[in-house]
Structure formats: structure tokens, C-alpha cells
């Protein structure tokens, strides 16, 4: 199992960092301020709150249709985290949703990028306050299996599937198709010869765009999507052949990404293959729709700037295409906290560990970094909290996420100086759910809360509830 300890150690090494504990007390408001500040320093800079994102004219809709608390923007995410906890009944986890926040990301986006259509990606975070708060703005969705579909149905029943929806997945199953095409979603996404005889049989009238592969200085960024320029010009003439309805490209640039020569580049070549689509060697279409998919950054305002330049450049407004985007990530990081409990602790820890243990400890070890269970023999106190690897935090490996963690006391305390090596465990009986195992905290009790902000992405769209554990409930809260 030599591969397995080592792909665990790595992930292990990549968690919890720049850990600030947080205010544990409400009218210790100095405190409260000082602390956040320390956080705050540690991540980047809130974007989503300008004179273009307020949102008080929405108030009716968040607090009578979406159930949400008004915050005023003053109040710390401290005393939000307070507040809900005191309001809570259980010692189940839970999240804190700023519902607000995704509308302010959508009025961002308008200012910055008004040429280009954002379709949500469901994916991202399928969960139907999003979809419900996001439809109310006449923003679209990308969904890309039948599931995704139902959800977004279920939630918007009236919503206009040819205009609002499409399939963006280039490789898809004939019943999803089906699917969709009954559904009457128009578009959808091919990048291979064998897709497009599926489409042909399934969904002949659908309108089809190529998704190219990115690459940059000549070397492929992506294996399992995309077509090349040799790839796209046989699916151009096999389209003419088939009689099918292309008209245009899309991309997927892959997470976060602030790179601008991959932008560029990618933005030529589809430029490249809308010239080479109007020849009369490649059929003759007349592209009119480009998609510029998803992975844009939280961090958003330079890129789009950047982006706007671009498209501006190769695709001019008087020529007409309309634009498209995929954005998931940038709508919903930031907009959600996770607060757990401290559901059972073990202190003293090291103080117990065996003679034989530590001999045998010297015999494995590679390196005192690498020897995670070297590192959580060694730790003073081990927390177990009601969320971990296999809910939120799995994003820890899937999305290579860093968590930023505050605690919280339940019973007002004299802040002790004393930190202690801890580590986090999650609730389930696996020993790979571990969430740190080398974090300075103070001393914490059982019934004490930990809590994480900017949760809003690929957290619980991947979680499981394996052994019985998942984080259900949801606050709701949106600031003017
Ligand atoms: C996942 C995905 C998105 C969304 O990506 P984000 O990084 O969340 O913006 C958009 N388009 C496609 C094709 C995707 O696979």
C-alpha cells in the first residue's frame, strides 16, 4: 500500500493553513475587529461590494420567497456565526448562505463583462436557493446530465429551456440526450466524430457548437476534452455531410484561471476556426455563438477587464456573435460559511504515546513533514467536529481547496494565550478523515464551534454522507 500512504501524506500536507483564531465573544467587539482584520489579510480582497452591486430593491424576495435574514454590511461574519448558533437547536453542523452575495456577483459581471451571458454551472453547487435566486435574475444554467436538468426544472418550472438552458457536455449519454431534446433545451456541445453521429440520430435539430481543446504554446492543457485544429476541420466537413446545425465554438479554460496567454491563445483559435468554418472547404457555416465556458477566478475584476480587451479585439461588437460563459466557482465561493461543533475531543494525547510506538516511528519515518500519523501521535489535544473529508472537506482533495478555520466558544471565556498542537479529525470512523493534523489552537471544549467561510464551491456538490454524516442545514441571510 506503499501508494496509497503516499498519496494520503500528500494530501494531508496541503491542509489547513494560516489558521487565525477568531473573536469568541460578541462584546468583545475590539478584539473581534483586530482578529478579523489578521483573516482577512490572509485572503484576498472582497469584491462583491460596490455601488454597482447593491441589491436593497430585492428585499421582498429574499426575506419573503428565500426566507433570508437582513444583515446590515457592518456586522461581522463573527457575529452572524454567533447569532445562528444561538438560534440552533442541534449540535449539527450547518451552513450560513449570503444570498445576497450571488446577485452582487451577477451585477459584477454586468459591469464588467456586458457582452457576455453567463449560464450557471449547476455542478458547481446544485442546490435549488442558487438555481432559485439566480433564475430570478434571467441568469441561465449548464447543466450537463439529466439530473441537473430536473433540478433546475423542479425548481423553475416556467423556466424557458430553449433560451435558458444548455448541454455543455461534449461527451453525453444517448438517454440524456433524449433527454434534453424532450426537454426542448436547443443547445449543446460536441468535440469528437462519434458525439456527432449521436446527435444526428438523437437530436438532429439541436444547435451544436465545438468545443475546442486548449492549449498553450503548443502543448495540450486538457486530455479529456477538446478538439484540435485537424480534429475540429474533419468535424466541420463531417457536420456539412450530416447536415447538422453548428453554430459556433465554446471552451473550458479549467479552474481559476487568471493566465493571460491561455486566454489569448484560445481566444485566437477560436477566432482561427470561425474564419475557417465560413470557407467553402469546411462547409460554409456561419458561426454566430461563442462560449467562453467557465473557470473564472474569485478574484474576478482583472481578468475581466482583461477578457473584455480580448473580445473586443478578435470578436468585435458590429459583427454580432453573442457571447456565452459557464461561470460556477465565481458565483458561489465566497457566499457560504460552514460552522461545526466539537463533538468529542482526546487530550493529554502525546503524553500517552508508548515507548514502542515511538521506536518503530523511527524505523518508517521518511521525514518528520511527510509522517502524518508521526504528526498526530505528537499532537496535545485531537478535536473530532461533525463534518470532514467525505462532506465539505473533501474539497481538501478533489479541489485541492485551503480551509481557513475560527473558532468560536460557546461559553464566553478569558482569552487564553496558550495554543496547543491540535489536530481536526471529521466525524466518521475512517481514519483518512482528517481534516489538520498540526494546528495551533487554545484549548477548545466539547460543544465549541469551528467554523469556515468561502465554502460555497465544490463542497457539497461532491460530499457524501457516508456513515450517516452530512451537513443538511442551511441559514440564509443577504446584506444590501
Ligand atoms: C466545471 C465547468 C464549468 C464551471 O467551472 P468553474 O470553475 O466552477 O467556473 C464550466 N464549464 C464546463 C464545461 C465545466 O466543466
Request: charged share 25%; proline share 2%.
Amino acid at each position: 500500500m506503499e501508494g496509497n500512504q503516499q498519496i494520503t501524506s500528500k494530501r494531508q500536507l496541503k491542509l489547513i493553513q494560516a489558521v487565525k483564531a477568531n473573536d469568541d465573544s460578541v462584546e468583545n467587539s475590539l478584539a473581534t475587529t483586530s482578529r478579523n482584520l489578521q483573516i482577512i489579510n490572509h485572503q484576498d480582497k472582497d469584491e462583491s461590494n460596490n455601488d454597482y452591486t447593491y441589491v436593497g430593491h430585492l428585499e421582498d424576495f429574499f426575506e419573503n420567497e428565500m426566507g433570508a435574514y437582513h444583515v446590515g454590511n457592518e456586522v461581522s461574519n463573527a457575529s452572524i456565526v454567533r447569532h445562528f448558533c444561538s438560534q440552533m437547536k442541534t449540535d449539527d453542523a450547518f451552513y450560513i448562505v449570503d444570498l445576497s452575495y450571488f446577485v452582487k456577483r451577477y451585477l459584477q459581471w454586468l459591469h464588467y463583462l456586458p457582452r457576455v451571458k453567463p449560464y450557471y454551472a449547476v455542478k458547481c453547487n446544485p442546490n435549488k436557493f442558487i438555481i432559485k435566486t439566480l433564475a430570478h435574475q434571467d441568469i441561465g444554467f449548464d447543466c450537463a446530465s439529466a439530473e441537473e436538468l430536473d433540478l433546475v426544472l423542479a425548481t423553475c418550472p416556467s423556466i424557458n429551456c430553449e433560451k435558458k438552458i444548455i448541454y455543455s457536455h461534449p461527451c453525453k449519454p444517448i438517454s440524456h440526450i433524449k433527454y434534453f431534446r424532450q426537454h426542448h433545451v436547443q443547445m449543446t456541445v460536441i468535440d469528437n466524430e462519434d458525439e456527432l453521429f449521436k446527435i444526428k440520430e438523437h437530436w438532429s435539430d439541436a444547435k451544436v457548437l465545438l468545443r475546442l481543446k486548449i492549449t498553450k504554446n503548443g502543448n495540450s492543457m486538457s486530455t479529456k476534452f477538446g478538439a484540435n485544429q485537424y480534429q475540429i476541420i474533419k468535424l466541420l466537413k463531417l457536420a456539412k455531410q450530416l447536415n447538422i446545425n453548428l453554430v459556433g465554438c465554446s471552451f473550458h479554460v479549467g479552474s481559476q484561471c487568471s493566465d493571460r496567454n491561455l486566454y489569448e491563445q484560445t481566444l485566437q483559435f477560436a477566432r482561427k476556426i470561425f474564419d475557417l468554418a465560413t470557407t467553402e472547404e469546411c462547409g460554409g457555416f456561419k458561426f454566430t455563438i461563442l462560449n467562453i465556458g467557465g473557470g473564472f477566478p474569485v478574484q474576478f475584476s482583472e481578468v475581466a477587464e482583461m477578457i473584455q480587451d480580448m473580445i473586443d479585439k478578435l470578436f468585435p461588437e458590429e459583427e454580432g456573435i453573442q457571447l456565452m460563459s459557464e461561470p460556477g466557482r465565481y458565483f458561489t465561493s465566497e457566499s457560504t460559511m460552514l460552522i461545526c461543533n466539537i463533538i468529542a475531543r482526546r487530550t493529554h494525547n502525546k503524553d500517552y504515546s508508548s515507548e514502542e510506538e515511538e521506536e518503530v516511528e523511527c524505523h518508517t519515518r521518511i521525514t518528520k513533514e511527510e509522517d502524518e500519523k508521526d504528526l498526530i501521535r505528537k499532537a496535545d489535544i485531537l478535536y473530532y467536529i461533525n463534518d470532514g473529508i467525505y462532506g465539505t472537506f473533501n474539497a481538501i482533495i478533489f479541489d485541492q481547496k485551503l480551509f481557513y478555520v475560527n473558532y468560536m466558544r460557546k461559553y464566553m471565556k478569558k482569552e487564553e494565550e496558550q495554543e496547543y498542537k491540535s489536530v481536526i479529525f471529521g466525524p466518521t470512523c475512517d481514519g483518512i478523515d482528517c481534516i489538520s493534523n498540526s494546528i495551533s489552537l487554545p484549548l477548545l471544549n466539547i460543544g465549541d464551534y469551528l467554523w469556515f467561510s468561502n465554502v460555497g464551491s465544490y463542497t457539497n456538490s461532491c460530499a457524501t454522507s457516508f456513515n450517516g454524516f452530512k451537513t443538511k442545514k442551511y441559514f440564509f441571510i443577504w446584506r444590501s
